[in-house]
């Protein structure tokens, strides 16, 4: 069975500070993909990054990076200079690909940032 | 830039009635998820559809839900009857293929209360 852990409810940080989400996972398969969602409070669930298993560089995406420690099963998402706008929750991935087609996500139970002026 | 459309946005029911989301893919996506989301909590997947056919629904509560997708494209989840329990978003989204890497595509969910 796969599990991911997100250990902060909540974080509260000064714009235009860099911030780190952190996240472990648990999981027996080989393949897989890690990712990170950020949900506003109108709901939807907003794709920010992706890292797969076998991925030798740390995913970046404009002001997201990913910061994927194998050997650890962490996968802890930093956000460069925040803005007021990220604030929202935040959930960590995971997707097996251990094959049989189900392929459905495993989320954490999220963290819950607020960027304050 | 498509989307995944679901509806209602909104639905508040008593408990004991019959209940149902809509949820229709972007054109030409194979694989459609319905998620659960309790509030406060990740979404955790119910079902999942590869064109009409399950591929999974080992979360789903069969006494009282149901998730069809007749023709491939739209589906359809249904709650029968409703429990306080099941208030929560449910969330739908979909993805072009069953395998390696892809971008998942959600709906903005419905939000259920049931009184």
């Known amino acids: 069975a796969q599990k991911i852990t997100q250990t902060q409810p909540g974080m509260f940080v000064q714009e235009k500070e860099a911030v780190t989400l952190d996240c472990t996972y648990d999981t027996s398969d080989q393949s897989y993909g890690l990712f990170w969602y950020k949900q506003p409070s109108s709901g939807e669930m907003i794709f920010l990054i992706y890292q797969g298993s076998y991925d030798e560089q740390n995913a970046t995406e404009g002001r997201y990076s990913l910061n994927f420690q194998k050997a650890r099963k962490s996968a802890n998402l930093v956000i460069s200079a925040s803005q007021l706008g990220d604030s929202a929750m935040y959930f960590c991935?995971?997707?097996?690909?251990?094959?049989?087609?189900?392929?459905?996500?495993?989320f954490g139970k999220g963290t819950h940032l607020i960027i304050q002026p | 830039e498509a989307e995944v459309a679901q509806s209602p946005r909104y639905k508040i029911t008593e408990k004991s009635q019959a209940v149902a989301f809509w949820c229709d893919p972007i054109s030409g996506h194979a694989t459609l998820y319905w998620y659960r989301q309790i509030l406060g909590q990740g979404p955790e997947l119910l079902v999942q559809?590869?064109?009409?056919?399950?591929?999974?629904d080992s979360q789903l509560p069969k006494d009282r839900f149901s998730a069809e997708r007749l023709k491939g494209v739209d589906s359809t989840l249904k709650i029968q009857p409703a429990e306080l329990g099941d208030s929560a978003m449910y969330l739908c989204?979909?993805?072009?293929?069953?395998?390696?890497?892809?971008?998942?595509?959600f709906g903005s969910g419905t939000r259920l209360t049931v009184v």
């Open positions: 991935a995971m997707r097996s690909f251990s094959g049989g087609g189900a392929d459905g996500l495993t």
């Open positions: 559809f590869q064109d009409e056919s399950v591929v999974d």
């Open positions: 989204a979909s993805s072009p293929v069953a395998t390696g890497f892809y971008g998942y595509t």
